[in-house]
């Protein structure tokens, strides 16, 4: 292939801007506002839950799990 040129990687960063970004496609298809609902209810917290570091978000695992 040879060596790079002075204006290879700005072509290449310009291809990449024009794409629509994949992980923006969930986001706008799944309603997270109803899920983060949900998932508060499932998540029971006890009395020694609440010691120590704060627990991770819940909508953020399940985000996590998806993807």
Do not use: Y
């Not at 997270?32 to 006890?46: E, I, M, N, P, Y």
């Not at 909508?59 to 993807?67: M, T």
């Amino acid at each position: 292939m040879g060596q790079k040129g002075f204006w290879d990687e700005q072509e290449r960063v310009s291809k990449l801007n024009n794409k629509k970004p994949v992980l923006t496609c969930p986001s706008e298809l799944i309603p997270w506002d109803a899920l983060t609902h949900c998932l508060t209810r499932v998540t029971v917290k006890s009395a020694r839950a609440m010691q120590g570091r704060k627990g991770i978000d819940p909508l953020i695992l399940f985000k996590i799990l998806v993807l």
